[in-house]
């Protein structure tokens, strides 16, 4: 393979995951910004005085809670989630600040049944579309979430933004979206475009990008279907947002392109005979449904 190729380009982003020596407690918690290097010395020196863990002489000295000490284990081993008061995330992606809370354990459920589903099924590439029937039936926000639960796993997760008519991802994550996908579509720009999020090392989103005013030609064009391919080759996990099915053609072309979909409902939201529509019109294109998820937020 030319490695000067995008698709090298894209092989390469997916797969440089860097030889990372394990960080101490206070070297995260001095990076994260719970304590300067005054503190964490002051917290060293208790430490070999009374022998005690880096962690307890800390709460000891009332310069860290046990919730701080808790965040930094979690990054020492590599289960990253976002301190309460991080705002470089929006509060929309749950999975993030609340790892250990109901709805998260929702998404890690999701997360292995889509596991096993490809377990059962190797050849089919773990690219998975998640369309919903109606708008506001919360498909951004699942994706969002099932993105971060993927990472969590230490599974290197690519979060595309395929709605290219009211796109939110790069809201959700607070990301500029002047490039992203329209415009590797159109060919004016490549992987680079990609952005990886900061404090989860193995989430990178690709951002809807310029709103095109052709967005159902683009998704139909070959580059679509090769981006997705490359990307399922460069990434353990791809997570594609999609536009809601009856809206537009285009959650089908997405359907279709993806190696498996599943179907956001809302509680009190979702029109039965809509979602039945939905499910008919994106089987009829050979659209992999794999399940559904009732969305109860």
Known sequence: MDMKSPDATLLRIGQSKLVKAT?????????????????????AQAQQEHGLR???????????????IEFALARQFEYPYLDQADGSVSRNVVSAFRPFGAFAEQMRSLRTRLCMQQAANPLVARTIAVLSAMPGEGRSFVAANLAVAFAQMGESTLL???????????????????????????GRSGPECMA????????????AGSTP??????LSRSRFAALLNEASE???????????????????????????SVL??????TDAKQL??????????????VGTVLNDA
């Open 213 to 218: 005013p052709n967005p159902q030609e683009l």
């Open 23 to 43: 960080r101490s407690i206070g070297q995260i918690l001095v990076e994260a910004k719970f304590l300067d290097a005054e503190a964490a010395l002051r917290i």
């Open 54 to 68: 880096f962690g307890e002489a800390a709460v000891k000295l009332k310069l860290l809670t046990m919730a701080d």
């Open 264 to 269: 956001v409902t809302r509680i009190h939201k």
């Open 160 to 186: 595309i933004d395929a709605d290219l008519r009211s796109p939110t991802q790069h809201l959700l994550f607070n990301l500029p979206s002047r490039v992203g996908l329209s415009n590797i579509l159109l």
């Open 234 to 260: 460069a990434f353990d996990v791809v997570i594609v947002d999609s536009p809601a099915v009856s809206r537009c053609a285009d959650a089908q072309i997405i359907g279709a392109r993806a190696g498996s």
């Open 276 to 289: 039945r529509r939905a499910h008919a019109a994106l089987c009829e294109c050979g659209a992999n449904i």
């Open 196 to 207: 990886k999020v900061a404090h989860f090392f193995d989430l990178s989103v690709l951002t």
